[in-house]
């Protein structure tokens, strides 16, 4: 059982845009910055979106993040068939004092 | 560029230790802290820890207290994760990744490859 709560599985056509939300408390998201990685199969995870809604360096402007309370939700707009991936927020728990993952959210491209 | 670079597969029995080290290189070790993540088989992400690589100073996540032991060499710029009393579902890709921690912002910007850990008798 994942601390923070993701859908377990999106979808959406090519060019299309998706949301994946992100649900946690007020001893993570709500008091922290969250983050998005993306996971492609059999790959390590890559950072997409950091602070909540900064991008790194050669991440596209396409994928966006929003955090709104205790909520966060990733948006990626223009779909592409290489969007297909696993995609995890994250965010620091004080409670726990460590970091919380969502469970994942599995993309598919149809 | 920027780049961890970790160990291979490990084997081991229930009950034993495993250690596994992660070499970084393309920016100065001591300037960002190590996180270790691990991933069971078909499951999610798990934080196992932190270790800053300025001052030694760890944290642990609360469910493998006692067990796990993260250590830097910054000599060679390489960090280490011991697990010890190793069980069943202790099997999974083991992660370490370049992390940067200030105010409430804790995130993971660059991740090694991933050493897979499988505990079988």
């Known amino acids: 059982q994942s601390v923070l709560t993701q859908p377990p599985s999106a979808s959406g056509t090519p060019g299309q845009r998706v949301t994946i939300s992100c649900s946690g408390s007020?001893?993570?998201?709500?008091?922290?910055?969250v983050n998005w990685y993306q996971q492609l199969p059999g790959t390590a995870p890559k950072l997409l979106i950091y602070?909540?809604?900064q991008r790194p360096s050669g991440v596209p402007d396409r994928l966006s993040g929003s955090k709104s309370g205790t909520s966060a939700s990733l948006a990626i707009s223009g779909l592409q068939s290489e969007d297909e991936a696993d995609y995890y927020c994250?965010?620091?728990?004080?409670?726990?004092?460590?970091?919380?993952f969502g469970g994942g959210t599995k993309l598919t491209v149809l | 560029q920027v780049q961890l670079v970790q160990s291979g597969v490990e084997v081991k029995k229930p009950g034993a230790s495993v250690k596994v080290s992660c070499k970084a290189s393309?920016?100065?070790?001591?300037?960002?802290?190590i996180s270790w993540v691990r991933q069971a088989p078909g499951q999610g992400l798990e934080w196992m820890g932190w270790?800053?690589?300025?001052?030694?100073?760890?944290n642990y996540a609360q469910k493998l207290q006692g067990r796990v032991t993260m250590t830097t060499d910054t000599s060679t710029s390489t960090a280490y994760m011991e697990l010890r009393s190793l069980r069943s579902d202790d099997t999974a890709v083991y992660y370490c990744?370049?992390?940067?921690?200030?105010?409430?912002?804790?995130?993971?910007?660059?991740w090694g490859q991933g050493s897979l850990v499988t505990v079988s008798s």
């Open positions: 990744a370049r992390s940067t921690s200030w105010g409430g912002s804790y995130y993971s910007d660059c």
């Open positions: 393309g920016y100065t070790f001591t300037t960002y802290g």
């Open positions: 270790i800053s690589t300025q001052t030694g100073n760890t």
């Open positions: 007020s001893s993570n998201i709500g008091s922290n910055t």
């Open positions: 602070s909540n809604n």
């Open positions: 994250a965010a620091w728990d004080d409670s726990l004092n460590g970091e919380v």
